[in-house]
């Protein structure tokens, strides 16, 4: 009735790096949309792995997985690591007050351990929004 569904391009990407063994992080345009500060859902996604670097086709869409260093998977709470992504892909003096109110209300939602210690693993000029984060929940 409804055709073919497909799963997600997230759930194939979280698939493929169980199967490698690999850490993935979303980044860019993905990462904007999972935090919700971007409504567009982007036709190619974009992944950060400690495993190989390779462009997968899934019907119209693609995920691409880029090779990065240990830091840039170091996180340990899932919203704190996309909203270093995130953060990443605006721009360092680009971050609007609607985007870091966004992500302020976001990270208040995690761990306060994780948001602690994935602070430190952040650049310094998002070290300064996250910690205002730390600051709203304290």
């Known amino acids: 009735m409804l055709g073919t569904l497909t799963p997600s391009i997230d759930e194939i990407a979280n ?3 169980g199967r490698d063994k ?3 992080i979303p980044t860019g345009s993905y990462a904007l949309n999972a935090l919700g500060l971007s409504t567009q859902v982007p036709l190619n996604a974009v992944y950060l792995t400690d495993g ?3 462009k997968v086709k899934v019907c119209k869409r693609s995920i691409l997985f880029k090779k990065t260093g240990p830091k840039n998977l170091a996180s340990t709470g899932v919203i ?3 909203a270093i992504q995130a953060l990443k892909a605006i721009g360092e003096g680009k971050v609007d007050e609607h985007e870091e109110a966004r992500i302020l209300e976001m990270l208040n939602k995690e761990k306060l351990s994780a948001l602690k210690k994935d602070i430190a693993l952040a650049p310094e000029w998002i070290k ?3 910690k205002k984060a ?3 929940t304290a």
Request: net charge positive.
């Open 134 to 136: 730390l600051k709203q």
């Open 22 to 24: 690999a850490c993935i």
């Open 15 to 17: 698939a493929i790096a």
């Open 128 to 130: 300064i929004i996250m």
């Open 80 to 82: 704190t690591g996309l």
């Open 52 to 54: 190989a670097a390779r």
